[in-house]
């Protein structure tokens, strides 16, 4: 490989890399105090604990403190099978977000939430079914 093949190799790598949205570097999912995916966006934490029945989100905040539903307009857009929902997020105090589903989701199944908090703060993350 020559020289300006691999400077524009490393160029179009940090092109990429910065073109990248700030909610999508979102920290790698890890296991939250509910037994959900938990991900940290922009100092807020994100739990994802689906069920059979609904999509349930926790919000937290700093040393785990819970972070104010109330206010919140946020949704859920799911791709699950070949199919795409997008589930209204109601809040449930003290920090709660739940969304009703149609029928259970499969393993795999893509969930991304998004909307912004009654403090004005976006919220963005994506999870994976187990």
């Not at 509910?34 to 934490?45: I, R, T």
């Not at 099978?81 to 977000?97: C, F, H, M, R, W």
Request: charged content about 15%.
């Amino acid at each position: 490989m020559s020289a300006t093949s691999k400077l524009t190799s490393v160029v179009i790598a940090a092109a990429l890399t910065l073109a990248l949205p700030m909610s999508a570097m979102a920290h790698e999912a890890t296991k939250g105090p509910n037994g959900g995916a938990l991900v940290d966006v922009e100092g807020h934490h994100v739990e994802f604990v689906p069920s059979a029945s609904e999509l349930t989100f926790y919000l937290t905040g700093e040393k785990d403190a819970p972070i104010a539903s109330s206010g919140a307009k946020v949704k859920a857009i799911v791709q699950d099978n070949g199919k795409t929902a997008q589930i209204d997020l109601s809040a449930v105090e003290p920090n709660k977000l739940i969304g009703k589903l149609s029928a259970p989701l499969s393993s795999g199944a893509k969930v991304v939430v998004t909307g912004s908090l009654a403090d004005g703060h976006g919220l963005q993350a994506r999870f994976e079914t187990p």
